[in-house]
């Protein structure tokens, strides 16, 4: 008998962190070792040195440089997370994941060596109190800092890919060492059963994947020349998705919102209510000819007809380029009779008063804003930084006071609705 695809989340929520000898989860607090994690880290030559911080709600704590985010998980039973970068090629988003509630392993780093261009690395930011907390939504969890130093003798893409390992051997790490704590929920995600009488519903799920240091990992390889594929929700929320787009601070999904991507979530939650959630699509953003986009929209589209969809919900990852595939895919969905919805960041300049998107056609009626990137905001200053003494914008010192783009907040628009801004009329 064919088994269902069903994944049972279970959650141990965090309510403090804090360094201690061992790594162990007690009554709600996760103590971390930092001897242990070091040791984790530094097995790789490419890292030479790794400093272990905590930074939680309402520190006067400014992180800066930051990377990637990924939240603790384990696999219960047979498999492991992460497949492709800590095990095989093993399908996941069925059996049992622990997940530790609340907290990330946030990287932060600068590379080895310079470089410059469209793919270089900027700023991302993240207040851990005051006024500029909410901007970016690792301002609200618990996060154990890991700051990188390179060896300075390291290539800029081995180190890339040394900080991406290490950090996603840490979370599963940590997670493993809570798996006889006590379970706070547990979140069942089975789609196998479909009410005839409710809409079928896709989410198109646009990944970034521009080129080194800006691309997304699917089952640990890049997705260069993908074409719109179909996706299990599950195999999203378990690890079959990891960020590699270093590049664009505010714009980031990074590792944690993959894992915990709000639609799909909210997917769930919906399923069997009021809609049947059909699929995930998901599509490479960034494509980089006419004729790329119009095959990627196209196929997505088909897609979308073979799921019998009456309507879709859209995000996209990234700026201009990507915000093209997106709405093509729109404009082409719309045309077959599937309702889509928008979820995009803004472009609208310093007053709001700018054009607000990169690109938009006729169909795309129902768009949904998380905040406009040129958003200027008054940065205070912090009694300590973790991540380096000034930022990569102008050598500003790092502990401010200064004024600050939404641009550099990390994942202060990123897309899939993991952050607390909206756009508003004026």
Not at 10 to 17: A, R
Not at 46 to 68: K, N, S, T, Y
Not at 272 to 297: C, P, W
Not at 327 to 342: D, F, N, R, T, W
């Amino acid at each position: 008998m064919r088994q269902p695809f069903r994944l049972d989340v279970h959650t141990v929520d965090i309510e403090d962190v804090h360094l201690g000898d061992t790594t162990t989860v007690e009554g709600g607090t996760l103590i971390v070792s930092t001897e242990e994690v070091a040791g984790l880290i530094l097995e790789d030559p490419r890292i030479a040195a790794v400093d272990v911080e905590i930074a939680q709600p309402g520190d006067d704590v400014r992180i800066i440089g930051c990377l990637d985010a990924v939240e603790p998980r384990t696999k219960i039973g047979e498999g492991s997370v992460f497949p492709g970068f800590l095990g095989g090629m093993e399908t996941v988003g069925t059996g049992e994941t622990l997940r530790l509630g609340g907290v990330s392993v946030l990287a932060s780093s600068r590379y080895p060596q310079p470089f410059s261009g469209l793919l270089q690395a900027r700023e991302a930011v993240v207040d851990m109190a005051g006024p500029t907390s909410s901007l970016s939504p690792f301002g609200r969890v618990r996060n154990v800092v890991l700051a990188y130093t390179p060896n300075p003798e390291v290539e800029n893409e081995d180190y890339d890919d040394a900080i991406r390992r290490s950090n996603l051997k840490v979370a599963e790490f940590l997670a493993s060492r809570a798996l006889g704590a006590p379970r706070s929920s547990t979140t069942t995600f089975d789609f196998s059963e479909q009410d005839p009488d409710l809409p079928n519903v896709v989410y198109f799920y646009q990944l970034q994947g521009q080129g080194q240091m800006a691309d997304t990992y699917l089952y640990g390889k890049v997705i260069h020349n993908l074409v719109p594929t179909l996706m299990h929700p599950n195999e999203a929320l378990d690890g079959a998705l990891v960020c590699g787009v270093y590049v664009y601070g505010c714009y980031k999904n990074v590792t944690y919102l993959h894992q915990n991507n709000p639609i799909i979530w909210e997917m769930q939650a919906r399923h069997g209510k009021d809609l049947n959630f059909a699929g995930v699509i998901i599509n490479r953003g960034h494509n980089y000819t006419q004729e790329e986009k119009e095959r990627s929209s196209r196929w997505a589209a088909k897609l979308a007809g073979f799921l019998e969809a009456d309507g879709a919900v859209f995000t996209a990852e990234g700026g201009g380029n990507s915000a093209i595939d997106m709405m093509l895919a729109v404009q082409y969905m719309e045309k077959a009779g599937i309702k889509s919805v928008v979820v995009s960041s803004e472009a609208a300049g310093a007053d709001g008063y700018d054009f607000p998107l990169f690109y938009t056609v006729p169909e795309a009626d129902a768009i949904v804003s998380v905040g406009s990137e040129d958003e200027v905001f008054e940065m205070p200053k912090v009694a300590k930084v973790i991540g380096g003494d000034t930022l990569a914008v102008d050598g500003l010192p790092a502990e401010g006071p200064y004024s600050l783009k939404m641009y550099f907040q990390f994942c202060g628009t990123q897309q899939v609705g993991g952050n607390l801004l909206v756009g508003r009329e004026h």
